[in-house]
């Protein structure tokens, strides 16, 4: 049966930057292998169920099929306007250089049709040597980030109004520290992986005190990225808890990290459960629940090493420094 549209999601106001409040559940549009029509049908039908916030990157490929359907759903009269959607995008590691941010943004902005997006993020704290993306990348076209030079290049993209606000991606404590040691304008955001298996106590508290808002990126346990399956849907303590609540594993998961404070980005191109992942703002984990939750052992599966192949050699970067892990 079609799906009608349920409520929208509280939104959450950044401290950083002028983007309008940001809807405290995201729709991610990272999907493997592309599929631009089955993104752009996914999209449209997430904002029919009340999505209002979108995430891509222009290393997903998705800004396209994203950009279309925004401009699809204002023409149909879903949405009165672009304005009405809080969009991010993403700066790749090719792109990771102090004079390719501005014309990189430009980029985005053009594959969305847009005249700014509500956020620009860093995607990862790495440089890679300028030039086609090839995925996963060679260890010795890693080269060393100039963290100053490319921040500065973000805050210059704010300050022209092509990104309402600028922050992070997959940055843990230290990284941020050398961002803060040089900003102007302090990131608004950092998205991390973040689920009740990786709930990143450390960063989140970090992040809490320093005024940069967490959003949560493969919160119900990635779509098998390290082909172990998915530790989070297969929790029995979620599942426990689930069953008691009358709720899905998946809704456990998005409430649970609502009640931190984060924002989470979830993929699903299923209407159906679409709808279910933002139907969790009217009702709350008990004190039990979350004493449970916190005591799951903790497993990261997204690593900066997972950017890169197995063979070569890193030449002129330490890979100590792409990949710190913090619980
Ligand atoms: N910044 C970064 O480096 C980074 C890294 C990874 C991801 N991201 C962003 O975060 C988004 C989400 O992360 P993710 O895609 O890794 O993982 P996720 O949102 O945790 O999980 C997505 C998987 O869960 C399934 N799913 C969704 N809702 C469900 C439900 N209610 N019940 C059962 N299964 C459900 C989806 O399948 P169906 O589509 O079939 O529903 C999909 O296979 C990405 O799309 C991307 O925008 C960012």
Not at 82 to 98: A, D, G, I, M, Y
Not at 286 to 313: C, N
Request: with cysteine.
């Amino acid at each position: 049966m079609a799906s009608t549209a349920t409520a929208a999601a509280p939104e959450v106001a950044l401290k950083s930057g002028d983007a309008r409040p940001m809807p405290a559940m995201g729709m991610g549009t990272a999907s493997f292998p592309l599929d631009p029509e089955a993104t752009k049908g996914a999209v449209l039908a997430a904002i029919e169920v009340g999505y209002r916030h979108f995430d891509t990157a222009y290393m997903y490929g998705t800004e396209t099929p994203l950009g279309e359907a925004v401009a699809e759903a204002v023409r149909r009269g879903l949405v009165a306007s672009r304005e009405e959607v809080f969009v991010t995008s993403k700066l790749w590691c090719t792109q990771n250089h102090p004079d390719l941010v501005l014309p990189s943004l430009r980029e985005t902005l053009k594959n969305l049709q847009m005249e700014y997006v509500d956020l620009y993020l860093i995607h990862w704290p790495v440089a890679l040597k300028p030039g086609p993306i090839s995925f996963p990348a060679k260890k010795e076209d890693a080269v060393p980030l100039d963290v100053e030079g490319v921040w500065r290049a973000m805050e210059e993209c704010q300050r022209l109004g092509l990104a309402k606000a600028i922050g992070v991606s997959n940055f843990t404590t230290k990284h941020l520290d050398k961002v803060l040691a040089v900003a102007t304008i302090p990131p608004a955001v950092n998205q991390v992986e973040l689920n009740p298996l990786w709930q990143q106590r450390t960063l989140r508290n970090y992040c809490t005190e320093k005024g940069i808002h967490v959003a949560a990126y493969s919160p119900l346990g990635g779509q098998n990225w390290d082909g172990t399956g998915n530790a989070v849907m297969a929790s029995e303590v979620l599942a426990g808890i689930a069953k008691a609540r009358g709720k899905t594993v998946a809704q456990v998961a998005l409430r649970w990290i609502y009640e931190q404070g984060v924002t989470s980005i979830v993929k699903s191109y299923n209407k159906e459960r679409l709808k279910q992942n933002l139907e969790i703002f009217d009702w709350e984990l008990t004190e039990e629940d979350r004493q449970k939750i916190s005591k799951i052992p903790q497993k990261k599966i997204v690593r900066a090493s997972g950017l890169f192949t197995q063979e070569g050699e890193f030449t002129s970067v330490d890979p100590a420094d792409l990949d710190i892990v913090e619980e």
